[in-house]
């Protein structure tokens, strides 16, 4: 084990609330081919029920990078996304087959507490989706849930998360004021203040700007360029120009139809440097869906 992995599986184990904080209760090792990923898709496959929606799909998520998906809608980048963090766990049909490691723990191990993975791997939708509650609760809600109940340190982390989703200016004034009240992007930034909140290590980002317009957007592409620093963060994208100007990585899936059943399974195409793939891809179907000639 690395000095990395031994010391997050450390923090785990050495919290004084081992019951929520256990991600596995058993020891693990680091396998498969590299260690320093926070993330590791190895041979990943999602079934929606007999349908495969993802097939074999083999790559690793590198710390404090921002690393995109993008492909033609279908392709399977939600379903990918929401296997990070067991989302997938809330859809009945659904069956992974192969592994995804996150500091070479299988995520999917029986042993690991599917609550405290959602804690560590936060998750930002596409229609931004605070709560009907105050600012101020939408922030302090997953805190609360975990634990935290003096109102100083609540104040503490509410206005730290909402700083770091750059956010705190624009309504430190009115912080009861129901979130549901503030503007598009106003809350998509509530929502990666509420994220943040519960001290993540990594966010997920499921075409985090597509509801939003040109300046909402570049705000919350500078947030992530400031926050990556702190997180991991993967993101799902349609814009083609956001994904070249935001991430270090870019994953190019697409759709491969399946003869006998007529149905469209994803695959992984390409991945690799966002530079790369976007200017001399290896697989001649990322070059036409980059360069708008498909999909
Ligand atoms: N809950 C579900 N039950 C059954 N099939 C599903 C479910 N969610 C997704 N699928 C199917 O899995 C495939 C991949 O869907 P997914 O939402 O992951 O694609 P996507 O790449 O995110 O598409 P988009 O760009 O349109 O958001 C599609 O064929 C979709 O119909
Ligand atoms: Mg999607």
């Given at each position: 084990?690395?000095?990395?992995?031994?010391?997050t599986l450390a923090a785990v184990r050495s919290s004084s609330d081992p019951e929520r904080n256990a991600v596995t209760e058993?020891?693990?090792?680091?396998?498969?081919?590299?260690?320093?990923?926070?993330?590791?898709?190895?041979?990943?496959?999602?079934?929606?029920?007999?349908?495969?929606?993802?097939?074999?799909?083999?790559?690793?998520?590198?710390?404090?990078?921002?690393?995109?998906?993008?492909?033609?809608?279908?392709?399977?980048?939600?379903?990918?996304?929401?296997?990070?963090?067991?989302?997938?766990?809330?859809?009945?049909?659904?069956?992974?087959?192969?592994?995804?490691?996150?500091?070479?723990?299988?995520?999917?191990?029986?042993?690991v507490n599917s609550t405290e993975v959602r804690r560590r791997?936060?998750?930002?939708?596409?229609?931004?989706?605070?709560?009907?509650?105050?600012?101020?609760?939408?922030?302090?809600?997953?805190?609360?849930?975990g634990g935290?109940?003096?109102?100083?340190?609540?104040?503490?982390?509410?206005?730290?998360?909402?700083?770091?989703?750059?956010?705190?200016?624009?309504?430190?004034?009115?912080?009861?004021?129901?979130?549901?009240?503030?503007?598009?992007?106003?809350?998509?930034?509530?929502?990666?203040?509420?994220?943040?909140?519960v001290d993540p290590e990594?966010?997920?980002?499921?075409?985090?700007?597509?509801?939003?317009?040109?300046?909402?957007?570049?705000?919350?592409?500078?947030?992530?360029?400031?926050?990556?620093?702190?997180?991991?963060?993967?993101?799902?994208?349609?814009?083609?120009?956001?994904?070249?100007?935001?991430?270090?990585?870019?994953?190019?899936?697409?759709?491969?139809?399946?003869?006998?059943?007529?149905?469209?399974?994803?695959?992984?195409?390409?991945?690799?440097?966002?530079?790369?793939?976007?200017?001399?891809?290896?697989?001649?179907?990322?070059?036409?869906?980059?360069?708008?000639?498909?999909?």
């Amino acid at each position: 084990m690395n000095d990395h992995n031994a010391a997050t599986l450390a923090a785990v184990r050495s919290s004084s609330d081992p019951e929520r904080n256990a991600v596995t209760e058993v020891d693990v090792a680091p396998t498969g081919p590299d260690p320093h990923a926070v993330f590791q898709a190895v041979d990943l496959s999602v079934y929606y029920g007999s349908f495969c929606a993802v097939r074999g799909a083999n790559l690793a998520i590198a710390q404090h990078e921002i690393t995109a998906f993008i492909g033609p809608s279908g392709c399977g980048k939600t379903t990918m996304l929401r296997c990070f963090n067991r989302m997938n766990d809330f859809i009945e049909t659904v069956r992974v087959e192969g592994s995804v490691l996150y500091h070479g723990v299988d995520l999917y191990d029986p042993a690991v507490n599917s609550t405290e993975v959602r804690r560590r791997i936060g998750m930002v939708f596409q229609k931004p989706n605070p709560f009907p509650k105050s600012i101020y609760d939408n922030v302090a809600y997953g805190p609360r849930l975990g634990g935290v109940k003096k109102k100083a340190e609540l104040d503490e982390i509410v206005e730290r998360a909402l700083k770091g989703a750059a956010l705190w200016d624009e309504v430190k004034s009115r912080l009861k004021a129901s979130g549901l009240g503030l503007s598009g992007g106003q809350q998509q930034r509530l929502c990666i203040a509420r994220a943040i909140a519960v001290d993540p290590e990594v966010i997920l980002m499921d075409e985090p700007c597509s509801a939003l317009d040109p300046i909402a957007t570049a705000r919350i592409e500078d947030l992530m360029q400031e926050i990556k620093t702190k997180y991991t963060i993967v993101i799902v994208t349609h814009n083609m120009q956001q994904a070249a100007r935001v991430s270090d990585k870019t994953a190019f899936f697409t759709t491969e139809v399946n003869t006998e059943s007529d149905r469209r399974t994803g695959c992984l195409v390409e991945f690799g440097p966002t530079s790369t793939i976007f200017s001399k891809p290896n697989d001649e179907r990322t070059e036409q869906y980059v360069t708008g000639r498909f999909g």
